[in-house]
């Protein structure tokens, strides 16, 4: 079943906003890494930003100062704002955990189906 799931993405004009979320299932247990990434049409996937556990944060300097992840532990769930949006900001965003094992410490990645954003007029 789906374990990530992922909503919040959509059409939006140029210097919009948009909020996306990303909720892990229970089955998913320290969510070490939570992130979200994107990929444009022939473009790689990339990295948008992240977030540890203990709320440590990474952004892609395209996104920094624009873009807020955040997250709930309670709710397992991954929070990407993203405002003052421009059209390269354009691509399909995939929710992304990193899940560490607590006794062995092995990872498992997990990624959401992905929710498309495009920024538009």
């Known amino acids: 079943q789906e374990q990530l799931a992922e909503s919040g993405g959509g059409l939006v004009q140029p210097g919009g906003s948009l909020r996306l979320s990303c909720a892990a299932s229970g089955s998913i247990f320290s969510g070490n890494v939570m992130g979200w990434y994107r990929q444009a049409p022939e473009n790689e996937r990339e990295l948008v930003a992240s977030?540890?556990?203990?709320?440590?944060?990474n952004y892609a300097d395209s996104v920094k100062g624009r873009f807020t992840i955040s997250r709930d532990n309670a709710k397992n769930t991954v929070y990407l704002q993203m405002n003052s949006l421009k059209p390269e900001d354009t691509a399909v965003y995939y929710c992304n955990v990193v899940d560490e094992d607590v006794v062995s410490g092995v990872p498992t990645e997990y990624w959401g189906q992905g929710t498309p954003v495009t920024v538009s007029s």
């Open positions: 977030i540890t556990s203990g709320g440590s944060t």
